[in-house]
Nanobody, 126 residues
Framework: VQLQAFGGGLVQAGGSLRLSCSASGRAFFNYVMGWFRQAPGKEREFVAAISRNGGNTYYADSVKGRFTISRDDAKNTVYLQMNSLKPEDTAVYYC????????????????????WGQGTEVTVSS
């Protein structure tokens, strides 16, 4: 599967953005989808993940209550709605996918995912 993330941009603190990640290929519904981010000089970190049927979602503590991950299998797309953005949310955001089933904690690890998009940059100004 090929992934393409878009929707990033420059936004003021307190603002909102919605990222989208479109997947090519078949059987998108079979993939667990994740979002990660990487700030300059820092390691890639987990942001959110969503199960195959959307019934389970997982969030990093730093974004819980502000970000919402969702998916539309009919459109082969996963979304990340980001509200109440903070300057520390500034990073390149990557979407990821894996067809493997694991316990929830594994989806917080970048190594779990088999496919990655190219990233979309989010800059939050103070």
């Amino acid at each position: 599967v090929q992934l393409q993330a878009f929707g990033g941009g420059l936004v003021q603190a307190g603002g909102s953005l919605r990222l989208s990640c479109s997947a090519s290929g078949r059987a998108f519904f079979n993939y667990v989808m994740g979002w990660f981010r990487q700030a300059p000089g820092k390691e890639r970190e987990f942001v959110a993940a969503i199960s195959r049927n959307g019934g389970n979602t997982y969030y990093a503590d730093s974004v819980k209550g502000r970000f919402t991950i969702s998916r539309d299998d009919a459109k082969n797309t996963v979304y990340l709605q980001m509200n109440s953005l903070k300057p520390e949310d500034t990073a390149v955001y990557y979407c990821s996918a894996t067809p493997q089933l694991y316990s929830g904690s594994y989806y917080r690890r970048a190594s779990t995912y088999d496919y990655w998009g190219q990233g979309t940059e989010v800059t939050v100004s103070s």
